[in-house]
């Protein structure tokens, strides 16, 4: 079973920018890969995703703001976020999409705030 791995969270403020990483212990290259976050109080929404030959996909609130890219040699998944707002501010996590097929990773955490 593929395991992920996130990072490159933490806190930020509003205005600011972080790329994000998910690494993935298997090949991804055969999936649709999507970036995921959940706010407190809040269901996991899939904000982006992008299939292995570069079709992309954003959520309306993110749109023009954030940027999904991947690497399948890496087995690595990547998210640009840029003018982060506070209602940015979640838990991130990296899967297959819009079917999330492999077991979830911890996550990292982004927040915006002044």
């Known amino acids: 079973q593929v395991q992920l791995v996130e990072s490159g969270g933490g806190l930020v403020q509003p205005g600011g920018s972080l790329r994000l990483s998910c690494v993935a212990s298997?090949?991804?290259?055969?999936?649709?890969m999507g970036w995921y976050r959940q706010a407190p109080g809040k269901q996991r929404e899939l904000v982006a995703r992008?299939?292995?030959?570069?079709?992309?996909t954003y959520g309306d609130s993110v749109k023009g703001r954030f940027a999904i890219d991947r690497d399948n040699a890496k087995n690595t998944v990547y998210l640009q976020m840029n003018n982060l707002k506070p209602e940015d501010t979640a838990v991130y996590y990296c899967?297959?999409?819009?079917?999330?097929?492999?077991?979830w990773g911890r996550g990292t955490q982004v927040t915006v705030s002044a």
């Open positions: 992008r299939t292995s030959y570069g079709i992309t």
């Open positions: 298997g090949s991804i290259v055969s999936y649709t």
């Open positions: 899967n297959s999409a819009p079917a999330s097929v492999f077991t």
